[in-house]
């Protein structure tokens, strides 16, 4: 069970009694780390909570699944990091003054598989009109992941979208006559045409649109920077700016979009950045374990 690897690290009492638990000590590139701060209930109030990492920063919010003055952040490695010893460092203000608390975590390099197309180079090319859609719904889906709504919608452990084979894993580096242009951005699975596709958790939906990869698209916002995303369906189940439940059917599979058969491809977001949905659904499960 994962939960077994969480590394508790008790920190002297110098100034607030606080417990930081980490997750993972290595992740791999696009994996998430879940950190857990507990704070003694005797000390004043933490004014402001947040980590760094590879250059940005994290918010911490208050974890509702756990009792006392509990708080999480997720902290998403990106695809393209490099493998390296990195810097973690958890920042808290208590009573106007700044402490750090730094941890060393081991990025290390995923495996991903790689997959070999040779694609003619006339076929690979992009019309200008469809260029401009593609860069303008690039755009549109950035802004969406880069906006953290503060609540969390999320109730209980993240479900699957549906019951099916992964007939394609997160992360695949794709190479076109032997560049590397892509990498896999999600989890696929089978379906066939028409099978429902479900929600993993609660949420909002965020956008309901037919997109020129993606094609008949659903994004859900879970609150607290968490996205999940649903492509190539056949139909649609809900509209925009609907709440929906976790097992809510969204739509159906299909086949809409670049695809080359019917099936689901599924992404997550967290605090911006594309991660290994799987990964994710994983590490979030330790939010609601005691
Ligand atoms: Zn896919």
Redesign the pocket.
């Known amino acids: 069970m994962k939960y077994l690897l969480l590394l508790s690290l008790t920190l002297l009492p110098l100034f607030a009694k606080i417990d930081i638990e980490l997750s993972n000590g290595a992740v791999a590139n696009a994996q998430t780390l879940l950190i857990k701060l507990h704070a003694d209930a005797e000390e004043p109030k933490m004014s402001r909570i947040y980590a760094a990492f590879e250059g940005k920063r994290y918010p911490f919010y208050r974890n509702k699944f756990e009792q006392g003055r509990s708080f999480y952040a997720l902290i998403p490695v990106s695809y393209y990091a490099k493998p390296k010893e990195s810097r973690l460092t958890v920042v808290h203000i208590e009573n106007g003054k700044k402490f750090y608390n730094s941890y060393l975590i081991e990025i290390y390099k995923g495996d991903y598989k790689s997959e070999k197309l040779s694609v003619a180079p006339s076929r690979a090319q992009i019309s200008a009109k469809n260029r401009k859609r593609i860069a303008r719904e690039r755009k549109e889906a950035h802004k969406i992941y880069r906006t953290s709504t503060p609540r969390l919608y999320i109730k209980k452990a993240l479900s699957l979208p549906m019951e099916s084979k992964i007939t394609?894993a997160f992360g695949n580096r794709r190479l076109f006559n032997g560049v590397l242009k892509s990498f896999?951005?999600?989890t696929?699975f089978r379906a066939k045409t028409g099978t429902p596709i479900r929600a993993v958790a609660d949420g909002r939906v965020v956008l309901v649109k037919n997109r020129f990869f993606a094609g008949n698209s659903v994004i859900i916002d879970h609150g607290q920077g968490i996205y999940t995303g649903y492509y190539h369906m056949s139909r649609f189940k809900v509209r925009k700016g609907q709440f929906v439940k976790r097992g809510q059917i969204l739509g159906l599979a299909g086949a809409t979009g670049r695809v080359t058969g019917p099936h689901l491809?599924f992404e997550v977001h967290v605090n911006g950045t594309l991660v290994d949905p799987l990964q994710f659904i994983e590490t979030a499960d330790l939010l609601f374990w005691k």
Request: overall charge negative; proline content about 0%; aromatic content about 0%.
């Open positions: 394609s896999h951005s999600g696929d491809h």
